[in-house]
């Protein structure tokens, strides 16, 4: 796979902040091989990053934001995503990490000329860096230093286009050729968290935007990088426009949402996350109700469902997933949007969305409050107000009482407060992988659970979680379910392209099942090169199941064979789907050679303590095989096994071309060129 | 730096030589396409001096501002279906997003109007900037254009509707999809425009019809009940809540067929 005249920018931007420095080299000798997106951004990590080994605020510590062939094009929900990533300081211990952010970001860094871009170093000063095509200004960012993400913007948008007011044309020179733009720039911000080193600190783009996991905002706080601005007018070639432009009308035609005449809608909101599975648009977590607000759907470049919402007063603009439910209780829409604007503005993660609901539990039971064993004054009598998310996220943000403490992230507060062992024990504290917030359970809902603790982060990817979590447990509040659970597998199994339907069971004795392990690694390399390579949004992609205009005969999703198309379309590259898969694999290899070098080791991929002996005691809604029949069981009473999971991971240890101690075998890393990878884990004795 | 596309826009009543502003005339010809006038009885049609006779449009683009999702996606196929690239800057429809505004300052929508009388036409010094033969349709012969750019000053809207293309060197604008080498469908008045069959919202639609428009653009509202039940408003103005209009339809008089309505609000 060599030719990369289509569908790439053709450039990579270097930035140097110690000396504000920097480079402009060719994108081609990369991304021939690492595509773009995770894949490209983890090479030029491997390249740029002299020292892995450091800790994340250390100014060698490099970042990368990486665009791929689907950014700024009409692919639909793929156009917009850049990846990011860095040694992130939230996890527990600090990894190589990733993050991404959509918006308006991936299009505008390839309209200026780029495909990725490296930031290494620490600046002496805070800077904002301007690029504007090949025009690239250090700034000092005195004047920014301390505000909000959205008002950085606002002055970086005003700065960059010298006012030009909404609905102008910037132009970019003096000469009438030398290209212009009535868009705004697209500009990466952090806020007074990341200038804090708030383990939790996000990049912010546009109102809502956010890497917010990982906390790469705090790791462009250490480097005294406040924002990072693009705007651009370069074109770049399709290799086959008009088949780009037929497989996006079929598409939308045949999987869309048809907005003026639905085939399913929700009309009274009986169960509202079932817009989510019907893909309304405007229908992110937020908008399940919107209540007496006026708004519009909202979305990223090129998307085809546009999920989110901008409101009437722009306080909650862009509002999504779990930092739109951050704070829900004043039970005020208005207090949740703001809630979420704060986030936003403060550039906090609203990941840590057990983080108030824990405070709570903490205060009720005695020990936290005023001369309490955790001593603070949080306004706990004023919980049901906005006044108490709004005093709590400013102390984090700001490092002030007890936000010094969290301003570390929660697990780390739990560890400092000595509740750490005594909690993740019980369960008190939900913390099951690498200090992360449980997102879905990994007692039952092993390709998530296991794919986060073979990585370094929740892997948040809910392509085949909505589809096989989510709907069940939908249907049980709408009555019958639409398919039965053996249909319902055979199809999705069918699209993933696994051997057999019992890839999908989750029950007890199939959580461990060769099978279970066949379906996480299609979800582990999916992953790595569809979503975090490619940058198609977890939010439409895999589409498995053709819920948005159901028929009882035709319910097929369109996945992978639009996913090929638009690869082939876009870039001229004939791909298969294993090959895709093997790219995965690949970079997935690397990553792992980033973990070893930081020291990682088998025995460190366990999962906190409540996993192994705490029950489940909620249903847990997936497909499973019980008593010989499918069925979509409630899983309860589940715990995880210890010794068959130390057994499934030696087999997704094979299968990811590592030895049992987890270190990758040279003639796996021989096989991908990475001769320089075996050479290095070598000299640490740290190779299979 | 420089700037361009700040002027101000032409008042909308200026009068023209002879009394009768260009605008003046439209409001008087209705919603009829001056070619339609001119096509059946130009002799009993009294022009004023200053308004020339230009063939109408066969089909004009709408949008619902207020439907519009800011995705962009009709300035991505726009680009790629004229030129084989991507690339916002020369999309002939452009969307002006504010992610930082609230509803509806959020997203500006700016497309060609075919106007009735078009002052890029007028403009033009070499016949480059014409109305095309068969469509009407307000377009650019680039081997003509001599890239003086008068056609793009003259657009009396901001930004203007006429663009110059700075990497080929010549004024581009909407032509409903004419001239689309990239695409595998027919475009022009009488075909498919891509940013309407692309448009996920229905935001876009096309007409034959010449619309009523003003300075603030055409006033369309595309949303029908079915917008509501998604939890936005479907009043022109956009200021009544779903939520709002539900309970007010719920209220209606036993008999009224709610499944009817079209979206406005009394």
Redesign the interface.
């Known amino acids: 796979m060599s030719d990369t005249n289509y569908g790439y920018a053709g450039s990579i931007l270097v930035l140097n902040l110690t000396d504000e420095s920097y480079e402009i080299i060719d994108s081609a000798p990369y991304v021939a091989e690492w595509i773009g997106g995770h894949g490209l951004a983890s090479k030029l990590f491997w390249d740029y990053c002299e020292d892995k080994s450091v800790q994340a605020f250390d100014p060698k510590n490099v970042t990368v934001v990486a665009g791929n062939p689907f950014s700024g094009t009409l692919v639909p929900s793929s156009a917009a995503r850049v990846e990011i990533t860095g040694l992130g300081p939230f996890s527990y211990p600090e990894w190589y990490t990733r993050s991404s952010i959509g918006g308006r970001i991936a299009g505008m860094m390839k309209a200026a000329g780029y495909d990725a871009c490296v930031v290494r170093g620490r600046a002496e000063r805070p800077v904002w860096v301007s690029v504007e095509n090949d025009e690239v200004t250090f700034h000092e960012a005195d004047s920014l230093w301390g505000m909000g993400t959205w008002d950085t913007q606002e002055a970086v948008w005003s700065e960059v286009t010298h006012g030009t007011p909404d609905g102008g044309w910037y132009e970019f020179t003096r000469s009438r050729d030398g290209g212009r733009s009535a868009d705004r720039p697209a500009v990466l911000a952090i806020g007074p968290a990341g200038e804090n080193l708030v383990r939790t600190a996000t990049i912010t783009h546009d109102a809502s935007h956010v890497a917010g996991q990982s906390g790469l905002g705090a790791v462009w706080g250490a480097k005294n990088l406040k924002a990072l601005s693009f705007i651009g007018s370069k074109s770049f070639d399709i290799a086959d426009p008009a088949t780009l432009v037929d497989l996006r009308i079929e598409l939308q035609r045949d999987y869309g949402f048809h907005v003026d005449n639905p085939t399913i809608e929700l009309q009274s909101v009986a169960y509202a996350p079932m817009g989510e599975i019907i893909r309304q648009p405007g229908f992110s977590t937020l908008s399940w109700n919107l209540r007496d607000t006026t708004g519009r759907p909202e979305g990223c470049l090129g998307c085809y469902r546009n999920c989110r919402v901008n409101v009437k007063g722009r306080i909650g603009n862009e509002a999504t997933c779990n930092a739109s439910t951050y704070y829900t209780a004043s039970g005020k829409l208005e207090d949740q949007l703001t809630t979420n604007t704060m986030l936003n503005d403060l550039g906090i993660d609203g990941f840590e969305v057990d983080l108030i609901p824990y405070l709570r539990n903490l205060n009720k039971m005695g020990v936290m409050g005023p001369g309490k064993d955790i001593d603070t004054d949080l306004p706990f009598d004023q919980y049901n107000t906005v006044a108490f998310p709004e005093t709590l996220l400013k102390r984090i943000a700001y490092r002030e009482e007890i936000g010094d403490d969290l301003a570390e992230g929660l697990a780390r507060a739990a560890m400092k407060w000595g509740r750490w062992e005594e909690d993740t024990a019980t369960g008190l504290l939900q913390r099951p992988y690498w200090g992360y917030s449980m997102h879905y359970d990994p007692r039952v809902e092993s390709e998530w659970g296991f794919a986060t603790i073979l990585g370094e982060r929740d892997v948040n990817e809910h392509g085949l979680n909505w589809i096989i979590h989510w709907t069940p447990l939908i249907w049980t509040r709408l009555g019958d379910p639409w398919l039965s659970a053996e249909d319902f597998v055979t199809e999705i199994t069918e699209l993933m392209g696994l051997s057999d339907p019992k890839c999908l069971d989750f029950s007890e004795e199939g959580m461990y099942s060769d099978k279970m392990v066949e379906t996480i690694e299609w979800y582990r390399y999916h992953g790595r090169f569809w979503i975090q390579t490619m940058g198609m949004c977890d939010w439409a992609w895999p589409n498995l199941v053709n819920f948005v205009n159901f028929d009882q005969d035709d319910y097929g999703g369109a996945s992978p064979r639009f996913e090929l198309g638009f690869f082939k379309a876009v870039t001229g590259r004939d791909l298969t789907y294993e090959e895709s898969q093997d790219y995965g694999r690949k970079f997935l290899l690397l990553d792992r050679a980033i973990w070893i070098e930081q020291g990682r080791e088998r025995e460190d991929e366990q999962f906190a303590e409540y996993i192994y002996s705490v029950p489940t005691d909620t249903p847990y809604y997936m497909p499973a095989v019980e008593n010989g029949e499918w069925v979509y069981s409630q899983n309860l009473g589940r715990t995880l096994d210890r010794d068959k999971f130390e057994a499934v991971k030696s087999k997704l240890y094979e299968h990811d071309g590592l030895n049992e101690k987890g270190y990758p075998k040279k003639a796996e890393l021989e096989k991908y060129g990475l001769d320089d990878v075996a050479r290095r884990l070598e000299e640490l004795g740290k190779i299979g | ?6 002027k101000a826009p032409r008042p909308p009543e200026a009068a023209e030589k002879g009394g009768v502003s260009r605008r003046q005339f439209l409001a008087g010809v209705g919603g009829l396409g001056v070619g339609a006038l001119l096509g059946g009885s130009l002799a009993a049609l009294a022009l004023p001096d200053s308004v020339y006779a230009v063939p109408a449009s066969q089909g004009y683009l709408l949008v619902d501002t ?8 009709c300035m ?2 726009c ?3 004229h ?8 999309s002939r429809i ?1 969307v ?9 300052q ?3 929508q ?1 497309q060609c109007r075919q106007c009735p009388y078009p002052e890029c036409v007028e403009a033009c010094p070499t016949g480059a900037m014409h109305a095309d033969e068969a469509t009407g349709v307000r377009t650019v012969d680039e081997g003509k254009c001599i890239g003086c ?1 008068r056609c793009i000053s003259a657009c009396p809207f ?3 509707r006429v663009q ?1 293309n ?2 080929e ?1 010549h004024a581009q604008k909407c032509d409903l999809c004419k001239n689309t080498p ?3 469908r027919e475009g022009g008045p009488g075909g498919t425009q ?1 940013c309407v ?2 448009c ?3 935001a876009i639609s096309f007409t034959a019809e010449l619309p009523v428009q003003s300075d603030e653009g055409y006033e369309e509202n ?1 949303r ?1 009940i ?2 509501s ?5 479907i009043d022109d103005a ?7 209009y539900m309970r007010a339809k719920a209220a209606k008089p036993a008999g009224e067929d709610a499944s009817t309505d079209s979206g406005k609000m009394a």
Do not use: I
């Open positions: 730096m420089t700037k361009t596309g700040q207020k439907k519009c999702g800011g995705c962009e996606s991505l196929t680009s790629l279906v030129t084989g690239k991507e690339n916002l800057a020369l452009q002006a997003k504010s992610a930082l505004a609230g509803f509806p959020d997203s500006a700016y750019q901001t930004p203007s110059w700075f990497e060197r990239y695409w595998n891509a069959a692309v996920p919202m229905k595309m029908n079915h917008w039940n998604l939890s936005f408003p956009g200021k009544v809540s779903a939520e709002t």
